[in-house]
């Protein structure tokens, strides 16, 4: 069993700002799923915030491809295929294939100090079974390797790919067996980028996707054939 929690820092800036990033983390654990309409009034009730950031955030997660807003229906939460996901997670090995090795020769040495502080965080997360913290430490992790490129383009595309698909990657780390093993690969793409060994950093990058998706893939798969067949059967 998992802890479900918010997201892993207090928040920060506007309330809208921190009105969405709660949006993004039910979006990604499924508690609003895949083509559901969102319900304002229940959202307002259930997050205790009023209707102008519930809808600065709406517009936000539009932005981002999470959320459609259309006239006359409100928001709804964007519906991917699994081929949808494929070709993006395809783009991400890409672009972390372009930015492992520029990220190994040109990063900081405060830039590596940092994903080593962030992948203790995200260890300790894991002893602890927070997935949602270890996500969102997960996640810094793997920007802030792009960041340390020193590409500005290349890092706002990774984001905002990053955004679109990201309750696709949570679900492989439902899985306990998997979720161990991202952990394991972690570790070595710390300790790669630690050294700055691009080659070998831009490969376990690369390893680490293919791995995370086909679980996560095979676990959506599952959960779609069970609706399915709760569906059939009512």
Known sequence: M???????????GTRSAYVTELLRDMITRGDLE????????VLVEQLNISRTPLREAFKILEREGLISIQPNVGATVVAFTMDDVEASIEVLIGLETIGAERAA??????????????????????EDSDLM???????????????????????????????RIRRFRFAGNRDRSRWERAVREHE????????????????????????????????LEDDRGAEDKAGSSS
């Open 133 to 163: 913290s270890y996500f969102h430490l997960n996640q810094e992790i793997h920007q802030n390797i792009i960041d340390a490129a020193h590409n500005p383009a290349l890092s706002r595309v990774y984001a905002a790919e990053c955004a």
């Open 188 to 219: 070595q793409i710390a300790e790669a980028f630690a050294r700055r060994e691009g080659p070998l950093l831009r490969e376990l990058l690369r390893a680490h996707h293919i791995a995370g998706w086909q679980k996560a893939r095979r676990a």
């Open 105 to 126: 020769e040109r990063a900081t040495q405060d830039e590596i100090d940092k994903v080593a502080e962030l992948h203790a965080r995200m260890v300790a997360a894991f």
């Open 2 to 12: 998992t802890k479900q929690t918010s997201p892993t820092e207090p928040p920060r």
């Open 34 to 41: 895949s083509g559901s309409r969102v319900n304002e009034r």
